[in-house]
């Protein structure tokens, strides 16, 4: 019976956080800063926690920054996050984020957002919203870049998300 009631925790977490998602705007990821639920834990272990999440996730190549007793600032960078299409080639893109993440109680609050996009080793001097229209359409040939990015964060702050919930309970 407890075998049973565990897999279904995992599984009502799993699907709880995953509904969670960022939408790609003109003015950027909203809802933006994000608020949910976090298992109970002290300042310390949700620093740590975060702390040990980024540097697993980014394989150790991620800067943290501006840590409090309750929240903490994290640049890293995710290769092929996302892509678009032009004469049957496909171009996927390098992207910088920081992520600042609070606790507030038994919630946490997080922003996202892209920093740097990079092609291949290049810099680039756009940013990712100038794929979108004014009205949040995609542009002509960046019909792909919305959604890929999307699932990027999505795929990123689930990680997070069971994550801390894993690390709450040990």
């Known amino acids: 019976m407890k075998f049973c009631?565990?897999?279904?925790?995992?599984?009502?977490?799993?699907?709880?956080?995953s509904q969670v998602r960022l939408e790609l705007t003109p003015k950027g990821f909203e809802p933006n800063p994000l608020r949910g639920k976090l298992p109970a834990m002290t300042n310390e272990k949700f620093i740590e926690g975060t702390q040990l999440w980024i540097q697993e996730f980014s394989r150790g190549e991620a800067d943290i920054s501006e840590v409090t007793e309750n929240s903490l600032t994290i640049d890293a960078f995710r290769d092929n996050a996302f892509f678009y299409r032009?004469?049957?080639?496909?171009?996927?893109?390098?992207?910088?984020?920081?992520?600042k993440v609070a606790k507030e109680g038994n919630e946490y609050v997080l922003s996202f957002q892209i920093t740097?996009?990079?092609?291949?080793?290049?810099?680039?001097?756009s940013g990712i919203t100038d794929y979108l229209t004014s009205d949040g359409k995609t542009k002509d040939g960046f019909q792909d870049v919305k959604p890929s990015i999307e699932k990027?964060?999505?795929?990123?702050?689930?990680?997070y998300f069971r994550y801390?919930?894993?690390?709450?309970?040990?």
């Open 164 to 170: 801390m919930n894993y690390f709450a309970r040990t």
């Open 152 to 159: 990027t964060v999505g795929i990123i702050l689930d990680s």
């Open 116 to 125: 740097e996009i990079y092609s291949k080793k290049t810099l680039l001097k």
């Open 5 to 17: 009631l565990s897999i279904l925790f995992l599984f009502t977490s799993i699907i709880t956080n």
């Open 86 to 99: 032009s004469l049957g080639d496909t171009f996927f893109q390098k992207v910088k984020y920081r992520i």
